[in-house]
């Protein structure tokens, strides 16, 4: 089965760096595109970006370009996203999720991992 | 961007209840919308894409319809567990903007 796991909590200070990972199992990994999604503490849902993991392409959200950054490892089928130039504002969970179809990435987001939160605080 | 607004906010209803929410696009998203239920803790899950159709799993009493800039979901006969938040999502084009949710509460 369909399975994406992420990696755990991080807590972080104001100016730092984090990278959440996430583990694709039970499918081809480089077939389906991955989403990156995160919820502020009581708030909605806000789309990041996604990553093509075939060809290691990526789309970002205009708000985080320049401080977002998506990656893949096919050898480990484990995508990875890294946010820079942290500020309290970031404070959120951390979701991927995946397309049910392969090759596109404008579909519903059908699989998703278990989240990973994020605190950014001096 | 696209922007998506859900009304209400939040809405209490009883058990056996018909509630709908409601999905509005700032541009036209022809039927590239899709509903999201989320329990706190928990990862959002799928329930409707291209606007009315079930995710396999769901219960039938889940309903979307419209088109274009307007969306419904409707839930027949609530239950308790569908107290959650829902969201909308529109997939026509980046960013794949969510709607800002609606909170139903079951009495």
């Known amino acids: 089965q369909v399975q994406l796991v992420q990696s755990g909590v991080e807590g972080k200070k104001p100016g730092a760096s984090v990278k959440v990972s996430c583990k694709a199992s039970?499918?081809?990994?480089?077939?389906?595109?991955i989403h990156w999604v995160r919820q502020a503490p009581g708030q909605g849902l806000e789309w990041m970006g996604w990553?093509?993991?075939?060809?290691?392409?990526?789309k970002y959200e205009q708000k985080f370009q320049g401080r977002v950054s998506m990656t893949r490892d096919t050898s480990i089928s484990t995508v990875s996203m890294e946010l820079n130039r942290l500020t309290s504002d970031d404070t959120a969970v951390y979701f991927c999720?995946?397309?049910?179809?392969?090759?596109?990435?404008?579909?519903?987001?059908?699989?998703w991992g278990q989240g990973t939160l994020v605190t950014v605080s001096s | 961007d696209i922007q998506m607004t859900q009304s209400p906010s939040s809405l209490s209803a009883s058990v056996g209840d018909r509630v709908t929410f409601t999905c509005r696009a700032s541009q036209s998203i022809s039927r590239h919308l899709n509903w999201y239920q989320q329990k706190p803790g928990k990862a959002p899950k799928l329930l409707i894409y291209v606007a009315s159709t079930l995710q396999s799993g769901v219960p039938s009493r889940f309903s979307g319809g419209g088109s274009g800039t307007e969306f419904t979901l409707t839930i027949n006969s609530l239950q308790p567990e569908d107290s959650a938040t829902y969201y909308c999502?529109?997939?026509?084009?980046?960013?794949?903007?969510f709607g800002q949710g609606t909170k139903l509460e079951i009495k």
């Open positions: 999720a995946r397309n049910p179809a392969p090759g596109v990435p404008n579909d519903p987001l059908e699989y």
């Open positions: 990553i093509n993991p075939k060809s290691g392409g990526t």
């Open positions: 039970g499918y081809t990994f480089s077939d389906y595109f």
């Open positions: 999502q529109q997939s026509y084009g980046d960013p794949y903007t």
